[in-house]
């Protein structure tokens, strides 16, 4: 069983969730702000208890997931981060590759979390498994999320229809090693 790793980058802390993240994920995923542009309706509490659930399986079966983005200086559970197998069903160009994903506290919104967040989970799931590429979803509407997939070296591929919603299709080659 893969717990996941601890990553720190200069000013986050990534890691696992732990079954104490709950209330912190809870207030995370019923943030109307929050989740807009992702589920388009807070999460219910059993809803985010489902979630993490989830997540901590994406780790015990693929041996990635996603991890909690916890602020060094406070040590506040402040997001989300990581790699994940959603099987969406989006097409032979997404859905062999692990997706990208990333949510964050309306709270820090602008202050480049996200970016730092996934390039150092990036650098982490380039250097365990080495894939040929990653792959992530966003609502075209979603500039600040565009913007840190642009940083990260995503370019879309497409638009497809997800949950009934307009998404656009991302798609980052690896680093060369």
Same mark, same amino acid.
């Given at each position: 069983?893969?717990? %996941?790793?601890?990553? @720190?980058? +200069?000013?986050?802390?990534?890691? *696992?969730?732990?079954? !104490?993240?709950?209330?912190?994920?809870? $207030?995370?995923?019923?943030? *109307?702000?929050?989740?807009?542009?992702?589920?388009?309706?807070?999460?219910?509490? =059993?809803?985010?208890?489902?979630?993490?659930?989830? #997540? +901590?399986?994406?780790?015990?079966?693929? &041996?990635?997931?996603?991890?909690?983005? @916890? @602020?060094?200086?406070?040590?506040?559970?402040?997001? =989300?981060?990581? /790699?994940?197998?959603?099987?969406? %069903? /989006? &097409?032979?160009?997404?859905?062999?590759? *692990?997706?990208?994903?990333?949510?964050?506290?309306?709270?820090?919104? %602008?202050?480049?979390?996200?970016?730092?967040?996934?390039?150092? $989970?990036?650098?982490?799931? =380039?250097? +365990?498994?080495? *894939?040929?590429?990653?792959?992530?979803?966003?609502?075209?509407?979603?500039?600040? !999320?565009?913007?840190?997939? =642009?940083?990260? %070296?995503?370019?879309?591929?497409?638009?497809?229809?997800?949950? &009934?919603?307009?998404? /656009?299709?991302?798609?980052? #080659? $690896?680093?060369?090693?």
């Amino acid at each position: 069983m893969t717990a %996941g790793p601890r990553i @720190e980058t +200069a000013r986050l802390i990534l890691r *696992p969730h732990r079954i !104490s993240d709950y209330e912190a994920c809870c $207030a995370l995923t019923s943030d *109307p702000e929050a989740v807009r542009m992702i589920y388009q309706n807070p999460m219910s509490r =059993e809803d985010c208890w489902h979630r993490l659930l989830r #997540f +901590a399986g994406h780790w015990s079966l693929l &041996g990635y997931g996603l991890l909690v983005v @916890e @602020e060094k200086a406070s040590g506040r559970v402040v997001g =989300e981060v990581g /790699l994940a197998d959603f099987h969406r %069903g /989006l &097409g032979e160009d997404f859905d062999p590759f *692990p997706e990208m994903a990333w949510m964050m506290s309306t709270e820090v919104h %602008g202050r480049g979390y996200a970016t730092e967040g996934a390039q150092a $989970a990036l650098r982490w799931m =380039e250097g +365990a498994f080495a *894939p040929e590429r990653t792959v992530c979803i966003i609502d075209p509407a979603n500039t600040a !999320s565009l913007r840190v997939a =642009e940083k990260l %070296g995503f370019h879309p591929i497409g638009n497809a229809e997800y949950k &009934g919603k307009q998404v /656009l299709k991302l798609r980052r #080659f $690896a680093t060369p090693r």
